[in-house]
């Protein structure tokens, strides 16, 4: 007989394995268990001089501040483009996975155990709008009103998720203004807002998602949204995010980011070094050359036009033409990298295991080691 068994949320991720061994070595000693880690967004996080140089998984720009959020509940903010930072309180010490600003003082964190903070000032202090707890308890009186085909399959879902507690993360998340959110992350949650955060409702079963597959990056392109998740899963919605429906998907393997390059174009990008284009919001797709087996983390559209990825060793990937040419960019000692924001001083700020790199872009045209 074949057993099949509930399967991690990072099962599919080489790149997240490699983030779990880091936080387990991290100088602050070894990391909780994702059980352990389960009540802690009940705890504050502790200060620590370490801070700054611990796993940082995002970095965003708050009008001219930049906020990044980690590992342990850190977050950091810096009021020097980067050049130095600070850690401020944070209501949670469960790792924090993205963080997004709107506007300049409006601004979204999300993480493990289902957390999701704000901030109303610009990051400097932030507050705990939902807990998994919570949102398994929405998702199951969500569920029992359902009266569809698929009502039974999501409910025992919702009934799941409560039973489990706190453990299942999300793990990115998009505002089209101070109001209307959405948060998607493993498991296939998704969650939506219209009122900032004061309320947050399930949406799961608006997604073209029956396997409830892992969403790990979503993206809005030319007045539309897209997901990208597991097993090379793309959504996309035309109506605001009221539904998403299946793409016919290019990828097999799982896609972990996606990025605009024109007004109708994207690039998703993931598993193994994949990555592919699309120049008609999501109809047809194209591969990029493969540029190595290395799986490719994070990405951004830089000022200029360029196509700027990341991947899991700590190299940068560069394309000045959309993705037909890449050229390889060495980091040293760079290790794991997490995400990319180009900065109004021609820097890119790039989170990652040592905390947050500046990188000039200038530097983008040679090979270059770490910048203080």
């Known amino acids: ?12 991720l080489s790149f997240t394995a490699a983030l779990l061994t880091a936080m387990a070595t991290n100088a602050l000693g070894a990391a909780p268990t994702v059980a352990a880690q389960a009540n802690l967004f009940e705890q504050p996080a502790l200060q ?4 700054p140089h611990s796993l940082m998984l995002s970095v965003a720009q708050a009008g001219k501040r930049l906020v990044a959020v980690g590992e342990r509940g850190f977050i950091l903010v810096s009021d020097d483009l980067g050049s130095s930072w600070r850690q401020v309180d944070s209501p949670v010490s469960v790792t924090l996975t993205r963080v997004r600003f709107p ?9 493990h155990a289902g957390v999701i903070l704000h901030s109303g000032d610009g990051g400097l202090t932030w507050t705990l709008q939902l807990d998994g707890e919570r949102a398994a308890q929405l998702a199951l009186e969500a569920a029992r009103k359902e009266t569809g085909e698929n009502a039974q399959a999501h409910l025992d879902n919702a009934q799941r998720l409560l039973d489990d507690g706190p453990d299942k993360p999300f793990l990115n998340l998009h505002f089209s203004d101070a109001r209307h959110g959405l948060v998607i992350g493993a498991y296939g949650l998704a969650f939506a807002t219209d009122d900032g955060g004061s309320h947050w409702r399930p949406i799961s079963a608006y997604l073209d998602n029956p396997s409830a597959l892992h969403l790990y ?24 995010g009221a539904s998403f429906q299946a793409l016919q998907s290019p990828a097999t393997g799982t896609l972990f980011g996606m990025v605009p390059i024109s007004e109708r174009g994207l690039v998703t990008f993931g598993l193994r070094g994949k990555a592919y284009r699309s120049d008609d919001l999501g109809e047809h797709w194209q591969a990029l050359p493969d540029r190595l087996s290395a799986t490719l983390t994070a990405g951004a559209r830089l000022n200029d036009g360029s196509l700027v990825l990341a991947d899991e060793s700590g190299a940068l990937q560069l394309s000045r033409d959309r993705g037909e040419h890449f050229e390889s960019i060495a980091m040293a000692d760079a290790g794991f990298l997490s995400g990319i924001t180009e900065l109004a001083n021609g ?12 990188l000039a872009t200038q530097n983008l045209n040679r090979s270059t080691g770490r910048e203080q």
């Open 1 to 12: 007989m074949l057993i099949s068994l509930p399967r991690p949320w990072y099962g599919c």
């Open 48 to 51: 620590s001089a370490l801070a």
């Open 103 to 111: 506007t300049a003082n409006d601004g979204w964190a999300v993480g």
């Open 217 to 240: 990056d979503i993206l809005e392109q030319g007045g539309v949204l897209f997901i990208a998740g597991e097993q090379g899963l793309l959504l996309r919605s035309t109506d605001g």
């Open 347 to 358: 820097q890119l700020a790039i989170s990652g295991i040592h905390g947050v790199i500046l």
